[in-house]
């Protein structure tokens, strides 16, 4: 099982919408995927279906109340089973506060898990705070969605040191797998400057002679262009693919499902792979 931390703390970069639609990508090529949503505005659960229900228990109840996460977990729209989230969960980070590591709550909840998923991606909310540290403590890799301005580059600092101190002092095997390029505008002197900068950014990392959670980040090759269908299927509850299946937006994130999961492959011993 991959479980995987989809994060950046500045928002309005598509991180949100790109969890979503790789999630039900991915689901779309037989995968079994569940979202936990983290985020205490729960845009993922309504993205995917998931209206605010004063009843329903979510993610909060897991990390106040030790719920099983079974218990909480709901099916989506997309073929993807959904950890809802509400407003309560923005009282938890107060509630947690003398909580003894409180910073595992969650991995500690999957591991108790038998899980049945391929995949687990985890919706982080814009901020470094116990949400976040708990999506990176319970997480494999992390994957960074990034708009291609130069304002959502400058904060790539920040973020990677956070994961290198929660990869140095809690989960040490934790790293950055991808980068993913959201909002992309082909063909804009500005999208390939920050482009380079970025290559120039990871390859100062991987030639410093020191080795750093992103020294094998990937790029991915696929660019999540602007598409206004895929702004309009969240209003809807729906990923991409069942708003308009034929949009652009569904072929980038369908594009983007298949490197994800070629990664595997590329991960395998030759004798394993062949």
Same mark, same amino acid.
């Given at each position: 099982?991959?479980?995987?931390?989809?994060?950046?703390?500045?928002?309005?970069?598509?991180?949100?919408?790109?969890?979503?639609?790789?999630?039900?990508?991915?689901?779309?090529?037989?995968?079994?995927?569940?979202?936990?949503?983290?985020?205490?505005?729960?845009?993922?659960?309504?993205?995917?279906?998931?209206?605010?229900?004063?009843?329903?228990?979510?993610?909060?109840? @897991?990390?106040?109340?030790?719920?099983?996460?079974?218990?909480?977990?709901?099916?989506? @729209?997309?073929?993807?089973?959904?950890?809802?989230?509400?407003?309560?969960?923005?009282?938890?980070?107060?509630?947690?506060?003398?909580?003894?590591?409180?910073?595992?709550?969650?991995?500690?909840?999957?591991?108790?898990?038998?899980?049945?998923?391929?995949?687990?991606?985890?919706?982080?909310?814009?901020?470094?705070?116990?949400?976040?540290?708990? +999506?990176?403590?319970? +997480?494999?890799?992390?994957?960074?969605?990034?708009?291609?301005?130069?304002?959502?580059?400058?904060?790539? @600092?920040?973020?990677?040191?956070?994961?290198?101190?929660?990869?140095?002092?809690?989960?040490?095997p934790l790293v950055i797998s991808g980068i993913i390029l959201c909002m992309y505008e082909t063909g804009t002197r500005l999208s390939a400057e920050i482009l380079n900068d970025l290559e120039d950014y990871l390859d100062k990392?991987?030639?410093?002679?020191?080795?750093?959670?992103?020294?094998?980040?990937?790029?991915?090759?696929?660019?999540?262009?602007r598409n206004i269908k895929v702004a309009e299927a969240a209003s809807f509850g729906q990923p991409i693919f069942e708003y308009e299946p034929g949009c652009h937006g569904s072929r980038d994130y369908a594009s983007l499902a298949?490197?994800?999961?070629?990664?595997?492959?590329?991960?395998?011993?030759?004798?394993?792979?062949?």
């Amino acid at each position: 099982m991959r479980v995987i931390a989809l994060m950046n703390q500045k928002g309005g970069v598509g991180k949100t919408t790109t969890t979503v639609n790789l999630a039900a990508a991915l689901a779309r090529e037989s995968r079994r995927v569940c979202v936990i949503d983290l985020d205490p505005q729960a845009h993922s659960s309504a993205h995917l279906g998931i209206q605010e229900d004063p009843e329903r228990e979510t993610l909060y109840d @897991s990390l106040v109340h030790s719920k099983p996460l079974t218990e909480v977990t709901v099916q989506g @729209s997309g073929g993807v089973w959904v950890v809802p989230s509400d407003i309560n969960l923005a009282a938890a980070e107060v509630e947690l506060a003398g909580v003894v590591g409180r910073e595992m709550l969650l991995r500690d909840l999957l591991e108790a898990e038998s899980s049945p998923f391929d995949y687990v991606l985890m919706d982080c909310p814009p901020s470094l705070g116990v949400l976040t540290i708990n +999506a990176l403590t319970a +997480a494999n890799e992390v994957f960074v969605p990034l708009q291609p301005h130069y304002l959502a580059l400058h904060g790539m @600092s920040k973020l990677f040191s956070t994961v290198e101190l929660v990869s140095r002092r809690l989960n040490p095997p934790l790293v950055i797998s991808g980068i993913i390029l959201c909002m992309y505008e082909t063909g804009t002197r500005l999208s390939a400057e920050i482009l380079n900068d970025l290559e120039d950014y990871l390859d100062k990392g991987r030639t410093g002679g020191k080795k750093t959670p992103w020294s094998s980040a990937d790029i991915f090759r696929t660019r999540i262009r602007r598409n206004i269908k895929v702004a309009e299927a969240a209003s809807f509850g729906q990923p991409i693919f069942e708003y308009e299946p034929g949009c652009h937006g569904s072929r980038d994130y369908a594009s983007l499902a298949r490197e994800v999961m070629a990664q595997e492959a590329a991960r395998l011993p030759r004798s394993q792979a062949a």
